[in-house]
């Protein structure tokens, strides 16, 4: 069964920085590649950033680009992401997911506020 566990999240004021992480079990975390997903309130789930199997080809949405940097660690199974310079707009729900597979976790509340 697939469980995928974020954590990390929290309040934060405009400009600090906050490092998510997830934690993958019940399938084979290094024959696939990751992505970190967002839902703010309102809005439709969006991507925000993907890395391949083994973590050496990264993309990210344009509106996290430079900021926002997505790794993993293919021997704890761990996807992690660092978010710095958030802005107010970053406020959302961010999901770990699988590429290819339909699973999602239960998401973490990340709120930029002054």
């Known amino acids: 069964q697939v469980q995928l566990v974020e954590s990390g999240g929290g309040l934060v004021q405009p400009g600090e920085s906050l490092r998510l992480s997830c934690a993958a079990s019940g399938f084979s975390f290094s024959f696939y590649g990751m992505a970190w997903y967002r839902q703010a309130p309102g809005k439709e789930r969006e991507l925000v950033a993907v890395v391949n199997r083994i973590g050496g080809d990264t993309n990210y949405a344009d509106s996290v680009k430079g900021r926002f940097t997505i790794s993993r660690d293919n021997a704890k199974n761990a996807l992690y992401l660092q978010m710095n310079s958030l802005k107010s707009e970053d406020t959302a729900v961010y999901y770990c997911?699988?590429?290819?597979?339909?699973?999602w976790g239960q998401g973490t509340q990340v709120t930029v506020s002054s």
């Open positions: 997911k699988a590429l290819s597979l339909g699973a």
